[in-house]
């Protein structure tokens, strides 16, 4: 490749590290009382993301009620890999969770591309070890910004990939579960914004976070908080 071809990849790695990243904002109290919480949660990172980006989020939820050791964060090995690879975590990170805890099932939250992980890991286990699962600015048809993004999951994010036809042939997750999707209207990342809806799920926009901010955000917060501890509710 020539260094002007060079100079292209850098400058549009560049600009979707800009759009992906995001540093972990300070976080404040949570108003609503603690909950009564004994359903750990796994949370999931989305491209380029790791545990630390879901910091605020895992605050937010031991001060709710959920206690340290029921909340997981995780790493993947590869955060711009395949969500193939990454479902295959996801399940290793739900059994060790499940086991250290003593819990019959768990829930999940997670955000941007690990909740196309998250679903194949649910399709793949049909889902017997999970009893809600968030997803938060996930691209569930694709986004046109993975084009600027690398890694296997690039491909894998963009809109009609053979990976996405797959994944949405058949219901959004399985029997039992229950899902909500969480979307704002200033998410420039998830490119077009319907993407981050699933069919037969709880969708709920909030105004008016960008794609990494989500996490940090009070708004979208209380709607996890009550998803997890009550169910989901009548669309708005």
Same mark, same amino acid.
């Given at each position: 490749?020539? =260094?002007?071809?060079?100079?292209?990849?850098?400058? /549009? /790695?560049?600009?979707?590290?800009?759009?992906?990243?995001?540093?972990? $904002?300070?976080?404040?109290? +949570? %108003?609503?009382? %603690? @909950?009564?919480?004994?359903?750990?949660? &796994?949370?999931?990172?989305?491209? !380029?993301?790791? +545990?630390?980006?879901? =910091?605020?989020?895992?605050?937010?939820?031991?001060?709710?009620?959920?206690?340290?050791?029921?909340?997981?964060?995780?790493?993947?090995?590869?955060?711009?890999?395949?969500?193939?690879?990454? @479902?295959? #975590?996801?399940?290793?990170?739900? *059994?060790?969770? &499940?086991?250290?805890?003593?819990? =019959?099932?768990? *829930?999940?939250?997670?955000?941007?591309?690990?909740?196309?992980?998250?679903? !194949?890991?649910?399709? #793949?286990?049909?889902?017997?070890?999970?009893?809600?699962?968030?997803?938060? @600015?996930?691209?569930?048809?694709?986004?046109?910004? $993975?084009?600027?993004?690398?890694?296997?999951?690039?491909?894998?994010?963009?809109?009609?990939? *053979?990976?996405?036809?797959?994944?949405?042939?058949?219901?959004?997750?399985?029997?039992?579960? #229950?899902?909500?999707?969480?979307?704002?209207?200033?998410?420039?990342?998830?490119?077009?914004?319907?993407? @981050?809806?699933?069919?037969?799920? +709880?969708?709920? +926009?909030? /105004? /008016?976070?960008?794609?990494?901010?989500?996490?940090?955000?009070? *708004?979208?917060?209380? !709607?996890?908080?009550?998803?997890?501890?009550?169910?989901?509710?009548?669309?708005?």
């Amino acid at each position: 490749m020539t =260094a002007a071809g060079w100079g292209r990849v850098a400058s /549009c /790695c560049a600009v979707a590290s800009v759009l992906w990243a995001h540093p972990v $904002a300070a976080v404040p109290a +949570e %108003p609503s009382p %603690p @909950a009564h919480v004994d359903v750990p949660v &796994l949370l999931v990172p989305g491209w !380029l993301d790791s +545990e630390r980006d879901l =910091a605020a989020l895992r605050i937010r939820l031991m001060a709710a009620g959920w206690d340290e050791a029921g909340v997981v964060a995780m790493t993947f090995r590869d955060p711009t890999g395949s969500n193939r690879e990454h @479902a295959e #975590e996801i399940s290793r990170a739900v *059994d060790t969770l &499940l086991r250290k805890t003593g819990a =019959a099932r768990v *829930d999940i939250v997670a955000h941007s591309m690990g909740g196309l992980a998250t679903r !194949l890991y649910l399709r #793949e286990t049909s889902g017997a070890s999970v009893r809600r699962v968030v997803f938060i @600015a996930t691209p569930h048809r694709g986004t046109y910004m $993975a084009y600027l993004a690398f890694g296997e999951g690039r491909g894998e994010m963009q809109p009609e990939s *053979d990976f996405l036809q797959r994944l949405n042939d058949g219901p959004p997750v399985p029997q039992g579960i #229950e899902a909500m999707t969480i979307r704002s209207r200033l998410d420039a990342v998830i490119l077009p914004q319907e993407s @981050a809806v699933l069919p037969d799920a +709880e969708n709920r +926009e909030v /105004c /008016c976070p960008t794609h990494a901010g989500l996490l940090d955000s009070v *708004d979208a917060f209380r !709607l996890v908080r009550r998803f997890l501890v009550d169910g989901p509710e009548g669309a708005p």
